[in-house]
DNA sequence: CTGAATCCGGCTTGATACTG
DNA sequence: CAGTATCAAGCCGGATTCAG
């Protein structure tokens, strides 16, 4: 990546990329499950639920490689890997959870809004066709 | 115990498609521009950089259907639009803010543990020791 | 039980060209 | 200036299969 520069935009790079980081689709679930104490591969894949073993796996090495979990191999018979939160990983969790903190408290809001503009589109024409970006109101 | 154990996942399924709506590629840099005060469309696009006017249509349509973001046209010529952050806009960008702290506060201990990660070619060679501290097999 | 490798479909992104 | 349409490329995520 490029060098770190002086202006903001160059900062909201790095927030971005972080943010793309932890904005996929597992890896808050997966940070906040463990958030709550260790756990093994099977066990988060089940309480998670509707994750598969890829993207468990994918996630879980992520979080490695960015040093937010901490991969515990016990070499024994069957197999048994715990994986647990870093203190970098913890630190997390608080920023993840004001994140979530808002996404609870407007929910209701944005998915409302979100109905109100689909619906202004069909509103206004009904036989129109499906359109992926419809025509704006003008104010 | 704690009941709310159970609903975590739950809670965490809503929190992660906020997550991946902020999580994409210019939303924050958008919002964060926003926060500063309105702009115009090519501004930002100007101030942004490095961003296709497709990518930053996509993703003020998208905040504006959030209603994150408010689309103020004068019927003028040259046309011109305002994109101005709403209250929820802002609410908003206190959460990101945090995040952005914490990315920035972690930027060099992450870049540091990818490249340790990476670079991590274990040897193997002593001895395994029972404790929970196995090799991890390279990729 | 844990996890790697493979194939594949879909969404996201981006470049380019055109319109009001 | 602001925005749309179209097409192509790349990455993401899922199912399946194989291995230690």
Redesign the pocket.
């Known amino acids: 990546m490029e060098p770190r520069n002086k202006h903001v935009t160059e900062d909201c790079r790095g927030v971005s990329e972080i943010l793309s980081r932890i904005g ?3 890896t808050v679930l997966v940070v906040t499950r463990l958030g709550q104490g260790p756990l ?4 988060m ?1 089940r309480i998670i639920g ?6 468990l ?2 996630t ?2 992520g979080l490695e490689r960015d040093g937010l979990v901490t ?1 515990t ?1 016990f070499p024994t018979i ?4 715990d994986y647990e939160l870093t203190e970098l990983g913890h630190s997390l969790l608080e920023p993840v959870r004001v994140l979530g903190d808002w996404a609870r408290q407007h929910e209701t809001c944005i998915k409302a809004s979100r109905q109100r503009f689909d619906g202004t589109d069909e509103a206004t024409s009904a036989s129109s066709p499906p ?1 992926p ?1 419809g ?2 109101p003008s104010a």
């Open positions: 996929d689709k597992w093994r591969f099977n066990e894949r509707g994750i598969s073993q890829r993207m796996t994918l879980l090495r991969r191999v069957p197999p048994r890997v359109s970006m025509p704006r």
